[in-house]
């Protein structure tokens, strides 16, 4: 069987679930036939098309088996050794949107990942860039004690690229309150000197979430605006419509109640806990918003079958609804970070709604 | 409860050297206090980077055992924390000889220690030969060659240096064994900027003018100090390296090396590291004695800092010398009696080669390899409406305006002074010329100043003279220049740059003081053309004044000098843009033929030229008297009829003083005929993906019917902007705006460049 004329078929697929399916059939097949070098290699395509295409729960599945792989083949350590490192880069990343993957279990791939930069001879940017940013909603000192060294060390070939770097201090500065040094950071990307894949709109969208909690409406609308097109029907950025959803829930309902509907299908196929997460809490804010409008907003211009969980369901049920699933979220995330960081976007806006009760 | 985060910001957000370190230090004893065993460690490692990056590393050493002994102390912290335990080691093995008051047998157990953790750790022992070798290059030559072969040997693994240290560290290796060539050969990545860290190339650089210097090659050691000089300015944790060069400036530019003295002596008064110390003090010490050959008292006022008398004349330069070989010799004594050789005895008694030495070097050996000289000060002339003030009167200006005044000396009609403009030192020599001496000025008319205003412009006899070196780049110089004109002599009616041989208009002047990017390359030099219309030749003017040599050009005849002029332009340009002469094999310009064939003209291709050129002609002739400062037509790769391209360069300049300058447009814009601006228009993802590229420049006309926003209606069609097409209107703004023509009532059209030129520019 030719290996290579399969993979080159990936690449005519629809980008997500359907080539996922074919790359775990690919998977199946090289581990039957047991060829090492395929066996690696598909499941390094099917943790890349999770990341990219994916909501990142099936990198988390897949992640172990290539780490058993991988150390127990030399001759995989010889040929992969960079595209294992770009691999265990995705997993720092995204191992923190899963609860259930315990603190100490994130600190020692983070550990492993360090000593494999430091094995072969790579800059520990990333390392540091990652682990701040999972730090950030953990522990805000060695979320800072790591962001200056990010700072300090080099860029190499596993750093993830100029964008990035730029906006992690974005994130970083914005995290401790610092705008102005975040607007001087962030200048290359919104002058679009500097792109990536999720770069401009992540960039906007930490701006977006820091004008949020001060109740800066004007300013997060206005980078709202730039967001938004970009990030429609997007799994990947679930976390950003939420977002957007609790700030529409202040400034434009209606538009939350279109984003809503374009989105919850994403919502219900999702696997990824963060990014479902933060949907909710943006539809709860939305929901309890609609709810409390004058004169009452009639009907949410949904289908929904009638299996589904909030089928019939009015607004306020509805927010109840998403109020419940957020807060099952928060509380794991928040039991596993030793924070409340969430709990607090989750109450947001409580006080607003007293005053206005 | 102790919060770390807190004392982390407050940290970062404080600058390098003594008030950051103070700010580590407090944060250490909180965590102490705390017993916070990670955040213990985690801020000893910074107070032993900020002692050993940023400062003299005697902080660091003092800490460095404490910070072991905690680390040991809490095994539950090792897999966090060894490597930078081990990385904080290798400084101090990089920087314990440097101090006599440690032994040699404490040194070797350090040594000893550092190789037993490295295997315990799985570390490589390269780190350790590395760190062994360079200990013993000074201490046991013979040991140190065993040494670097181990450390050749062994791979490299996680602990070890920077790709560019280690390679400075081979460069180190073999100018030990006075194998320039190999030295040469292993450091051109470092060389032609390959390989960089934050040490490299300023580590090296002043290696090998040191190598040079004591080689008998004081040019060849001089343009390196000059290199490494650039990079070092303002940076305490190079003293050494700064001792190298007052040695080197000692011999071929006593003055230039006074001048690094001042701004480096508070920095040798703070140092308590004595390896650094005692390299400034020879330094010093050999730059006194020779500027005592010319004068027995210093009058400069930095000299207060030290602990030697002044007398009623000034400062005895004996005296000075006196007090700097005796810290040099004391430590050399005590480092050499620690290392039981005389190694840095002899170092500080070793004559200093002489300044003619280079120019005892064949003809033959004499090859050209490089651009940079010394600079030359820079002379303008500023012509006044009344009588140029006195010197005094000079003074009392300098002090009412709010520029920081560092010393003041006025003599008759000369004020000599140091100021400070925009966090950069400018030494002034301010003179009053005599309206009865003014001299007829030969120069050309720059940035749209009328010829005719020119000439009456050089009649009027009222004139005042700045001499001054030039602090920075060529284009940021000129742009304090003009900044501090501007401020000092607001009712000025031109200033005349004799070092460019240009003529300025006050409003540009005034301009030019205002926004830094107005400044092109252009105006810091002239290209002049003489000769016969069958052999033409054209040199600059201006290029000295930035540490080059003025680049000329021979071979040139009436049909091509156009071409061949541009030709020298842009290199020119090029050279002023990269404060620099170019390497070998850098790209300074692509030319085009008339059949858009590309050629990159290199320096290489000069050079290569020359190679094909008869040895005894008058171009290689010419060159090996000038070298580096020549371009010769024959051979060259480009054809005669060449085009060059634009930069991009130029682009960004003009973008970014468009949107300075934004505020001022949006109020001239109405008042004029018609309005062209070139936007930058963003395209969306699914078309950056399609044509690889993410703005758009687009034309559009300024709607000046529109009176509330400032609308412009598209004038051109894009393919990858399809949101916009001809006619449709956008508003213009800061961010989107990149150049703009502006066509008034009488015909003329301008551009942000001439700015100035607009009727009513609040500029």
């Known amino acids: ?357 | 409860m102790f919060d770390p985060h807190p004392l982390i910001e407050k940290i970062h957000a404080l600058p390098h050297g003594e008030a950051r370190l103070s700010a580590v230090s407090d944060a250490m004893h909180q965590a102490d206090e705390a017993q916070a065993h990670y955040w213990r460690l985690y801020f000893r490692y910074e107070y032993l980077t900020e002692s050993n990056i940023y400062g003299d590393n005697f902080k660091g050493l003092l800490c460095f055992p404490e910070y072991l002994r905690i680390f040991d102390e809490h095994p539950e912290l090792e897999e966090d924390m060894s490597h930078d335990v081990m990385w904080a080691f290798k400084w101090l093995l990089d920087n314990a000889a440097d101090f006599y008051q440690i032994s040699m047998e404490q040194i070797l157990d350090y040594f000893e220690e550092f190789k037993l953790r490295s295997q315990a750790y799985g570390l490589s022992l390269r780190t350790y030969y590395m760190k062994r070798a360079k200990f013993d290059m000074a201490v046991n030559p013979d040991a140190a060659q065993i040494s670097y072969a181990n450390f050749k040997h062994y791979p490299r693994s996680r602990n070890s240096d920077c790709e560019a240290c280690e390679c400075n560290f081979d460069m180190e290796y073999y100018l030990s064994q006075n194998d320039i060539k190999s030295a040469l050969e292993i450091a051109q990545p470092i060389l032609n900027g390959e390989k960089t860290c934050a040490e490299i190339p300023h580590v090296t650089y002043a290696e090998l003018a040191h190598y040079y210097f004591y080689h008998d090659q004081p040019t060849e050691a001089e343009y390196y100090a000059l290199l490494c000089e650039r990079k070092i300015q303002n940076r305490p944790e190079f003293l050494k390296e700064k001792g190298y060069l007052l040695e080197i400036y000692s011999v071929t530019d006593p003055g230039h090396g006074w001048k690094l003295l001042k701004y480096a002596l508070g920095d040798f008064m703070r140092c308590k590291n004595p390896m650094m110390r005692m390299t400034f003090a020879r330094g010093a010490y050999h730059l006194i004695t020779a500027a005592a050959k010319s004068t027995e008292y210093a009058q400069s006022g930095f000299l207060s800092v030290l602990p030697v008398a002044r007398e009623e004349e000034g400062w005895n330069m004996k005296t000075l010398a006196d007090f700097f070989y005796e810290i040099a010799d004391d430590i050399a004594l005590r480092l050499d009696h620690r290392n039981q050789n005389q190694y840095y005895q002899t170092m500080l008694k070793k004559p200093l080669p002489d300044a003619s030495a280079s120019a005892q070097i064949s003809e033959e050996q004499k090859q050209p390899q490089h651009g940079l000289i010394k600079r030359q000060q820079s002379q303008f002339v500023t012509v006044l409406p009344y009588t140029a003030p006195s010197a005094a009167q000079m003074e009392e200006k300098i002090r009412a305006s709010l520029l920081e005044v560092l010393s003041m000396n006025t003599e008759e009609n000369t004020c000599i002074c140091s100021v400070m403009l925009d966090q950069n030192p400018l030494d002034l020599i301010l003179v009053s010329l005599p309206e009865e001496d003014a001299q007829p000025l030969i120069v050309e008319t720059a940035n749209g100043f009328d010829p005719d205003d020119l000439e009456n412009l050089l009649k009027i006899p009222y004139r005042m003279l700045l001499v001054t070196e030039l602090p920075a780049g060529g284009q940021k110089s000129y742009y304090l220049i003009m900044k501090l004109l501007a401020i000092l002599f607001p009712e000025m009616l031109g200033v005349i740059s004799i070092t460019a041989m240009k003529a300025f208009s006050p409003a540009w002047v005034q301009f030019a003081g205002n926004y830094e990017s107005v400044i092109r390359p252009k105006d810091v030099y002239s290209i002049y053309i003489a000769g016969k219309a069958e052999d033409l030749h054209m040199n600059t003017f201006g290029l000295a004044s930035l540490g080059m040599r003025e680049l000329e050009l021979s071979g040139a005849n009436a049909d091509n000098f156009g071409h061949y002029a541009a030709l020298l332009d842009r290199t020119a340009a090029f050279c002023v843009e990269n404060e620099n002469l170019p390497d070998e094999g850098q790209i300074i310009t692509m030319c085009y033929d008339s059949e858009m064939n590309e050629y990159p003209l290199k320096w290489q291709n000069i050079t290569d030229a020359l190679k094909t050129l008869p040895p005894d002609s008058t171009a290689v002739k010419a060159y090996r008297e000038i070298p580096s400062g020549m371009l010769i037509t024959e051979g060259l790769p480009a054809p005669k009829e060449i085009e060059l391209t634009n930069t991009r360069r130029e682009f960004f300049r003009t973008r970014a003083l468009t949107k300075e300058t934004f505020e001022i447009f949006q109020k001239i814009v109405r008042r004029c005929e018609s309005a062209l601006v070139k936007l930058e228009i963003e395209l969306n993802e699914e078309m950056i993906d399609q044509y690889d590229y993410s703005i758009e420049l687009l034309f559009a006309e300024i709607d000046m019917d529109e009176t509330e926003k400032l609308i412009a209606v598209m004038a051109q069609e894009s393919e990858a902007v399809p949101e916009y097409a001809i006619g449709d209107r956008i508003e213009v703004t800061q961010d989107n705006i990149v150049d703009w023509r502006i066509r008034t009532s009488d015909g003329n059209i301008f551009t942000p460049e001439e700015l100035y030129l607009l009727q009513g520019a609040d500029l």
């Open chain 1, 1 to 357: 069987m030719d290996f290579s004329q399969t993979e080159m078929g990936f690449c005519l697929l629809e980008r997500g679930e359907p080539r996922l399916a074919a790359i775990r059939e690919a998977i199946a097949e090289a581990d039957q036939k047991n060829n090492l070098f395929w066996r690696f290699q598909f499941r390094y395509d099917y943790l890349e098309e999770s990341v990219f295409c994916g909501d990142r729960y099936f990198a988390m599945i897949i992640f172990p088996e290539m780490l058993a792989l991988y150390d127990q083949n030399e001759e995989l350590r010889n040929h992969f050794s960079h595209d294992f490192l770009v691999c265990f880069r995705w997993i720092v990343e995204a191992a923190p949107e899963f609860p259930q993957i315990s603190k100490a279990e994130i600190d020692s791939y983070f550990r492993m990942f360090k000593k494999m930069l430091l094995e072969q001879g790579k800059s520990l940017s990333i390392y540091y860039m990652k682990r701040s940013l999972f730090y950030m909603h953990v522990d805000k000192a060695i979320a800072a004690a790591d962001f200056y060294r990010f700072l300090d060390e080099p860029l190499d070939d596993v750093s993830d690229g100029r964008a990035l770097y730029y906006d992690q201090q974005c994130m970083y500065y914005l995290s401790i309150g610092e705008e102005e040094k975040a607007l001087e950071a962030a200048k290359l990307i919104f002058a679009g000197k500097l792109k990536s894949n999720a770069l401009p709109q992540a960039t906007y969208h930490d701006f977006i979430r820091f004008y949020l909690v001060r109740k800066q409406y004007a300013h997060a609308m206005h980078y709202a605006f730039l967001t938004e097109h970009r990030v429609l029907s997007d799994p990947y950025y679930l976390d950003i419509i939420g977002t957007l959803m609790s700030l529409y829930s202040v400034t434009k309902p209606a538009d939350g109640l279109r984003l809503f509907r374009m989105h919850y299908i994403l919502y219900q196929q999702s696997k990824n806990p963060f990014l479902k997460m933060q949907f909710a809490i943006g539809a709860y804010h939305l929901f309890h918003a609609l709810s409390h409008i004058q004169p009452p907003v009639k009907e949410m211009m949904i289908q929904l079958d009638q299996e589904d969980p909030i089928y019939g369901y009015s607004l306020k049920e509805t927010a109840a609804y998403f109020y419940h699933e957020a807060d099952k979220a928060v509380r794991k995330f928040d039991a596993r970070n030793g924070t409340n960081d969430f709990s607090e976007m989750l109450a947001l806006f409580d006080k607003e709604f007293l005053n206005r009760g």
